[in-house]
């Protein structure tokens, strides 16, 4: 599985579509990104999972922007390829 790092401009670069998977994993980990998903400390992220999450069941990409801009200070997240 390859993971790509959301660049600054990502929101441009990615749009959500049914298929698209995003990994949130802890950015102080010591462990490599591969480890921590092999060992299950990451949170996935798709359509549905974002819908459900926010906004009482009516999530959209706008409200995961602002959920990876408020908490980046703790995560990275990789889109999944």
């Not at 599985?1 to 102080?28: A, G, H, R």
């Not at 926010?54 to 602002?66: H, K, L, S």
């Amino acid at each position: 599985m390859n993971f790509t790092q959301l660049p600054k401009n990502w929101k441009q670069n990615y749009i959500m579509s049914d298929s698209t998977l995003y990994v949130e994993v802890d950015k102080d980990s010591r462990q490599s990104l591969q480890s921590q998903f092999e060992d299950g400390w990451y949170m996935e992220w798709n359509t549905e999972k974002i819908k459900a999450a926010f906004n009482n069941n009516n999530g959209t990409m706008a409200d995961f922007v602002r959920y990876i801009n408020d908490n980046k200070a703790y995560m990275k997240v990789y889109r999944v390829c």
